[in-house]
């Protein structure tokens, strides 16, 4: 597998200079397209809100106001990406930015968004985005911090492994970054006591995998006291073995028709310090 489409998620955030610049080095080092897009949500104001809540449509100033805030977003996309040699485009969509993002992901091999900031004004389905993205998207999704300066991601690769489906995917998704990382660290958390049998010795066979695809690795087994949960865990691993990206699964149960977060995911995506490629 090989990136050649990615997807990059422009805003006003303060933050997405940095999402853009990584965006940008992944698209020149894989040679791969850029894609910026930005969204008015026009289309759900106008046909699910806007009659019955304002009584009438939406006036043209506002869908001009509107359309101007996304394409300013985009100019600044532009701006920044435009002088780098990287091949890109800008989207305008009148979508809402989760199905926007979601529909233009089926046509990416990546997609690059933020992690929510607990400080950042805005709509409240920006906060959401992230988990919408890791759960809906069906691509995998490359997810940067709120915090912290983050120039690279082909150090120290920390790859969370339980022998799941979606953990499965994660690996398999991030093989075009994983190459490519100095080291990679495959990490098992309490072997003994995962739905998924291991076999004789935990993380051998997903190692073996990753190294007849050219990943230099390695295998750390670790077990948790009682009192710390695997998230909580997984990060501080990360922090403590200098890991400069996060590949793991983005897991999910159903509660009725609608997809809710597990545990280990959430806490991942509130508290993360380093970017994260999640699959689900």
């Not at 998704?173 to 990490?187: E, G, I, Q």
């Not at 009725?256 to 959430?266: A, F, Y």
Request: with cysteine; net charge negative; aromatic share 6%.
């Amino acid at each position: 597998m090989t990136y050649k489409t990615i997807l990059v998620h422009a805003d006003h955030s303060q933050h997405a200079p940095a999402r853009y610049a990584l965006a940008t080095q992944l698209a020149l080092r894989h040679e791969a397209h850029l894609v910026g897009a930005a969204f008015t949500g026009l289309t759900a104001e106008y046909f699910q809100s806007a009659v019955y809540a304002y009584g009438g449509a939406l006036s043209l100033t506002d869908v001009e106001a509107v359309t101007a805030h996304a394409a300013a977003a985009l100019d600044k996309f532009v701006a920044q990406v435009g002088g780098s040699g990287a091949s890109f485009e800008r989207r305008l969509s009148d979508d809402d930015t989760e199905s926007g993002m979601v529909m233009q992901a089926r046509y990416a091999d990546l997609v690059v968004a933020g992690q929510s900031d607990p400080a950042a004004a805005g709509p409240e389905f920006l906060r959401t985005l992230p988990e919408f993205l890791a759960l809906h998207a069906g691509r995998p999704l490359l997810l940067m911090p709120y915090a912290g300066v983050h120039t690279h991601i082909d150090r120290h690769a920390l790859v969370a492994w339980d022998g799941s489906r979606a953990a499965t995917r994660a690996v398999t998704d991030a093989l075009p970054l994983l190459r490519r990382s100095r080291r990679v660290t495959v990490a098992v958390f309490n072997a003994d006591r995962g739905a998924v049998p291991h076999g004789e010795q935990p993380g051998a066979d997903i190692a073996l995998y990753l190294a007849r695809h050219g990943v230099q690795v390695e295998v750390t087994q670790q077990t948790t006291p009682a009192d710390l949960d695997v998230g909580n865990a997984l990060l501080s691993l990360a922090a403590d073995c200098g890991a400069d990206l996060l590949v793991m699964g983005a897991y999910g149960h159903q509660r009725w028709r609608e997809i809710m977060l597990g545990g280990v995911t959430r806490r991942v995506l509130q508290n993360m310090t380093i970017p994260v490629l999640m699959a689900h």
